[in-house]
Structures are given as C-alpha cells and as structure tokens.
C-alpha cells in the first residue's frame, strides 16, 4: 500500500475572462466529491513545489537556479534568474504577455538572440543561457534584490503591477525596456514578422536566488518540470517522466506532477485544457479509483492551486467506498465544491 500525492497546476481553469467547458471527467468528479478538503494561502506553483522540498524562500523563491539543475546544468553558487522569452501585445493602454510555449522558438532563434543579449550586456557582466529554446536563464554578478511573479500568475494579463518589485526594482525595470530595445529590431523577429508570428519582443525575469538545499518525505518523485527535477535530484531522490499509471508505481509515498493542463492554460487554450483533464482522467484518476478500491493505495492527495490558495483533496479506500452518498464534485469552479 502507497501514498500518492498528484500536484496539478491549472486543474481548474485560471482564466475568468475566457469562457470554457467544464471537463467531462468521472473518475476525477468522484474522487474530488468524497474526498476530505482544505486550503492554504500560497503564492503560486512554484512556491508550493519548493515548500514540499523543504526549500526557504530567500528574496524571491529560488526557482531559476534549481530550475537549472533539473536541465542537467550545475548553476554553481552564482545568482540565476529565470530569464523566458516571451510577446508584449499592446492592447489599448495595456501590455498582454503571451508565454513563450505559444510562440514556436526554435533552437536556431534563442542560440541568436541569446547571442546578441550576451553581446549587449557583456559590460554588465551578465549571462544568458537557452536550455531549451523556449526557457532561458540569466546569471547575475550578484544577486537582484527583487520579489517576481511567474509565468502562471502573467500570462494573459496586463503586465502593469506584476513587473519585479523590491529594493532594486527600478534598476530591473530600465533593464526590462533596454531588453525590449535590443529584441525589437533584431533579425530573428524581422524574419519572424515578415512569417505573420509573434515577435519574441521582451523577456520575463522571475524566480531568481542561489542554490539551495532540499528535502523531502517522498521515495520517488514523477515529474516533468525542470524545478521538479532539480528540487528531486537535491534531494537525492529518484525522478522518472510522466508515462506511467498508478498501478506501476511501488514506492511508499510518491509525488506526482501532472503539467499538461498547466500548459494549455498559459496558451490561453480552453478547448485544449478541456481534453487535456479529460485525458488526466483515462490516464491517471481512473486506475487512481481502481487502486484505492483494491487496497493497492492507502491515501491519496490531490493538490492545485488557483488564485493563490493550494487547494488539496484527501481521500482514503474507505471514504471512496462508504461516501456514496456524496455529490461528485463540478469542475467549473473549486468554489462550487466547497
């Protein structure tokens, strides 16, 4: 018998001004319905990842350096930052960030802009770094005294109040604009303009601190992310990808971070995080109920957040088997489950 905890970000869409279908998901609808339910306040999803791992907040959460771990790199004991490229749409008076996995970068794009950026800033002593052509890293010659906000709490949104904050929030605000003033005439988004796509106008700094230490109750970790990586290769935990069921699993307690959703949300594609909980449910919640059933699990553990609250769901074989009596839960809203 195991434990399984599933961090899903974006199980519920996070999005009030888009309008979207509620999944079609019954294995997921029961689970949620008989399950115990409480919340906390948390900042976002990668706050709730570091805090699983035992990892401390410094001036901001130190995502980019763990982040970077998990892509197999060594950040050192340098200063990272989360540095992703990412579109400025003007829209009226506002500026609408679009997220970098809805902007097709090739590896040929981010090794010539990163170029140029690294030129550029070279007198500053900073460097940037693609490891993958639609996740970029900066590292700083000291650290930047700035609170951020990730991707997940921008995209979408008028980036007005959500640009770093702290001590030297004014010095990462000229360097925000002298950012967009290198993009914007640069021969990848000419070449890109003249396709009909988006130019990668900007970048979006986040997460930014030094390497930490890590720790955590879990035997093995099942994740996608590079932070879920890093922080589980920290803390000397095994971590394997995204493509098995409940029923392979024989650790005793097991972390599962399930994306997908999270990844439809940020491209602001309801219909697309519609399929997607609804494959969640073939996938992972129907074998899920099937375990509990038969005795296989002990508990399991549902985690999301929205609107900056961690939302968990607990539930035991003998709720799942005696709570018949309970309503299963809407996906519309976790308000509506409340």
């Not at 990808?241 to 029923?247: G, K, L």
């Not at 519609?274 to 992972?284: F, V």
């Not at 769901?313 to 489950?337: E, F, H, Y």
Request: charge should be negative.
């Amino acid at each position: 018998m195991h434990t399984a905890t599933l961090f899903i970000p974006a199980l519920f869409w996070p999005h009030p001004g888009i309008a979207h279908d509620a999944p079609v998901a019954p294995a997921l609808r029961t689970l949620l319905g008989r399950a115990d339910y409480e919340e906390i306040m948390c900042e976002n999803e990668d706050a709730w990842l570091c805090q699983q791992f035992g990892v401390a907040r410094q001036i901001d959460w130190p995502v980019a350096p763990i982040a970077l771990l998990g892509t197999a790199r060594h950040p050192g004991r340098d200063f990272w930052l989360r540095a992703d490229p990412v579109h400025l749409q003007v829209n009226r008076d506002q500026l609408i960030l679009t997220v970098p996995g809805g902007l097709s970068i090739s590896d040929t794009e981010a090794s010539a802009m990163v170029a140029t950026l690294n030129h550029h800033f070279a007198g500053d002593h900073f460097s940037f770094v693609a490891t993958e052509a639609d996740r970029w890293y900066l590292r700083t010659p000291g650290p930047a005294r700035i609170v951020t906000h990730s991707l997940s709490q921008v995209a979408g949104r008028d980036i007005d109040g959500l640009l770093p904050d702290g001590e030297d929030k004014l010095a990462w605000h000229r360097l925000f604009n002298e950012v967009q003033m290198v993009l914007h005439e640069h021969p990848v988004n000419e070449e890109r303009e003249l396709r009909g796509v988006p130019p990668i106008n900007s970048l979006w700094f986040s997460g930014g601190g030094i390497l930490a230490r890590a720790r955590a109750d879990f035997d093995a970790v099942i994740a996608s992310s590079a932070l879920a990586r890093g922080l589980s290769n920290l803390a000397d935990i095994p971590v394997r990808p995204p493509v098995q069921n409940i029923a392979e699993l024989n650790a005793e307690h097991v972390l599962i971070e399930l994306r997908a959703a999270e990844t439809a949300s940020l491209r602001l594609d309801p219909t697309a995080w519609k399929h997607t909980i609804e494959d969640m449910d073939q996938r992972w919640f129907v074998p899920m109920v099937s375990s509990l059933r038969s005795g296989h699990s002990r508990r399991l553990f549902i985690t999301t957040i929205h609107r900056r609250r961690a939302l968990r769901w607990s539930i035991t074989r003998k709720q799942l088997l005696w709570r018949v009596w309970r309503p299963t839960a809407t996906l519309a809203s976790p308000i509506d489950n409340v």
